[in-house]
């Protein structure tokens, strides 16, 4: 019980710490699009993207629905898509430069649709425990079928002692929320512009 309360304590604090950062320039921003032109979104559940697929996951429920809540909180008009068959078949790589053909099968889901993309998803333990977590994101305009928007949401988190290796089972899910959480850091709200420039 104490060991429950002390995690919540520690999930808690790590995730507005990740809610506390302010608005940053995109990895990727297509510079033919300005904020006003996106007013709903559909988000897709996650592809699967891990070399390591050992820790349990729903790409829906922990990935394209806080994801969703999060773009709700900017005022977007957002819909997060439990099953798309779609999905099955695609790569990270398949995303980066966007064939048209590919993009004109999801136009059903709207004009602009973003795909969650899960990376990483790890923990250990040594005197104490560890997690890492990482999430890409690709918002593709399904109209103009191109890329418009790509970001990427880091998570890691970690408690020494015997308190953090009594946590180590639920480590890689707390740096997966992290990640997820800051996986739409760069995306301003809604009819705001995107911070100039893009990071490296």
Same mark, same amino acid.
């Given at each position: 019980?104490?060991?429950? !309360? +002390?995690?919540? *304590?520690? *999930?808690?604090?790590? *995730?507005?710490?990740?809610?506390?950062?302010? =608005?940053?320039?995109? =990895?990727?921003?297509?510079?033919?699009?300005?904020?006003?032109?996106?007013?709903? +979104?559909?988000?897709? /559940?996650? =592809?699967?993207?891990?070399?390591?697929?050992?820790?349990?996951?729903?790409?829906?429920?922990?990935?394209?629905?806080?994801?969703?809540?999060?773009?709700?909180?900017?005022?977007?008009?957002?819909?997060?898509?439990?099953?798309?068959?779609? $999905? !099955?078949?695609?790569?990270?790589?398949?995303?980066?430069?966007? #064939? /048209?053909? &590919? =993009?004109?099968?999801?136009?059903?889901?709207?004009?602009?649709?973003?795909? /969650?993309?899960?990376?990483?998803?790890?923990?250990?333990?040594?005197?104490?425990?560890?997690?890492? @977590?990482? %999430?890409? &994101?690709?918002? &593709? #305009?399904?109209?103009?079928?191109? *890329?418009?928007?790509?970001?990427?949401?880091?998570? !890691?988190?970690?408690?020494?002692?015997?308190?953090?290796? @009594? &946590? %180590?089972?639920?480590?890689?899910?707390?740096?997966?929320? $992290?990640? %997820?959480?800051?996986?739409?850091?760069?995306?301003?709200?809604?009819?705001?512009?995107? $911070?100039?420039?893009?990071?490296?």
């Amino acid at each position: 019980m104490k060991t429950t !309360a +002390i995690y919540g *304590l520690f *999930l808690l604090s790590l *995730l507005l710490l990740a809610g506390c950062a302010s =608005l940053q320039p995109p =990895l990727y921003i297509n510079p033919g699009y300005n904020n006003n032109e996106i007013q709903q +979104i559909t988000v897709l /559940p996650a =592809l699967e993207g891990r070399t390591d697929k050992s820790k349990d996951v729903s790409m829906f429920s922990d990935i394209a629905k806080p994801i969703a809540k999060q773009m709700t909180s900017k005022k977007y008009t957002v819909t997060a898509v439990q099953v798309c068959p779609e $999905i !099955a078949n695609l790569l990270e790589v398949d995303l980066r430069e966007p #064939d /048209p053909e &590919m =993009l004109a099968t999801f136009e059903k889901y709207g004009r602009f649709v973003a795909f /969650p993309v899960l990376l990483d998803m790890s923990s250990k333990v040594s005197f104490g425990s560890s997690g890492n @977590a990482e %999430v890409a &994101m690709y918002m &593709m #305009d399904t109209q103009n079928k191109c *890329l418009v928007w790509r970001e990427k949401g880091i998570g !890691a988190c970690g408690q020494g002692g015997l308190v953090g290796m @009594a &946590m %180590v089972g639920t480590m890689a899910h707390s740096a997966l929320k $992290i990640a %997820v959480a800051n996986t739409t850091k760069s995306l301003p709200a809604k009819g705001q512009p995107f $911070i100039n420039g893009v990071r490296k």
